[in-house]
Each structure stands twice: as C-alpha cells, then as structure tokens.
C-alpha cells in the first residue's frame, strides 16, 4: 500500500506557485478567457469579410483584412497559453466562445465592403475594452506577463479600429 501511495505522489503535480494568489488567477484567467474569445471571434469575422468582399475596394481589403486575420490568427496562441500558465483549462469550442464573447457573429449574409469595416472597427473596439476591463486586475496581482499580454493586444487594436475608422471618414 505505501508503495501505491508513493507512486501516486510522484505522478501528483506540484502545486502552483508563482506569487499569484489561486484566486486572483482564477480571476485573470477568466478575463483572458473572454479576450480569446472575442479575439477569436473577430478573427472568423475578419476572415469571413476577407473571403467575402466585393466593390471597388476589392483589392485593398481584401489584402488588408487578410494581415489582420493572420495578426488575430497568431495572437490566439499566446492568450490561450497564459491561461494554461495561470493553472486553468482554456476555452476552445465554438460553444464556449459563443458564451464567452462580447461581438456579436458576423452576419450570416455578407453585408457591403463600407459596412464590413464599421463592423470591424467596432469588433477591435470591444476586444480593446475586454483588454482594458482585464488590466486592473492583472495590474493588482502583480501579473506583469499578463500586463504584457493586454498591453500589446490593446495597441494593435485600438491601431487597427483608428486605420478601419480612417477608410470611414469622407
């Protein structure tokens, strides 16, 4: 018998102890999980756009919402492996997304090249806030990578909702 327990001790991971309370890891883990929702979110509405897009605009979009796919693309990763740093599963199914996002799913009938931007622009926005929200409680745990984390995805996007918002302007 104590060799059984012996072996199940050895197999146990040790605890997490990485200066940040469970509780507050619980709590920046669920934060970063709506930003890679919504993160995720946006990307399947971008690229749906960049498939999509029809006008005199074509080409132009069509390349720029192609960059910003892949930006989105590639910023998934890295919020999904804060989660797991943190000691919590991330989000991964449609469902999940679908109750953990603040945008609402791209439009099931492709709307006009102007109206994708709007709707874009807006998308950034929201993921820029769902960032924001996030940053005090990072800030006051000390959690300097998530900080890190929610600092570069705000600049991109609120850089990307100001260049979407620039194609709007008359």
Do not use: C
Request: aromatic share 8%; glycine share 4%; proline share 6%.
């Amino acid at each position: 018998m104590a060799k059984t327990s012996a072996k199940k001790a050895l197999q146990a991971s040790p605890a997490i102890n990485i200066g940040i309370s469970e509780k507050d890891r619980a709590a920046i883990a669920k934060g970063l999980s709506r930003l890679l929702a919504d993160t995720y979110t946006l990307y399947l509405t971008t690229h749906n756009f960049h498939w999509n897009v029809t006008g005199p605009m074509f080409n132009t979009l069509h390349q720029m919402f192609m960059t910003q796919y892949t930006e989105l693309w590639a910023a998934v990763d890295p919020v999904a492996e804060r989660i797991r740093s943190l000691g919590h599963p991330a989000p991964g199914s449609y469902a999940q997304f679908g109750k953990l996002t603040s945008l609402p799913d791209a439009p099931g009938t492709p709307p006009k090249a102007l109206e994708m931007v709007r709707i874009l622009v807006q998308g950034h926005e929201a993921v820029a806030r769902t960032a924001r929200e996030l940053f005090p409680i990072a800030d006051k745990a000390s959690d300097e990578p998530t900080a890190d984390l929610l600092t570069q995805r705000l600049t991109v996007h609120e850089q990307t909702a100001w260049m979407l918002r620039s194609l709007l302007e008359e």
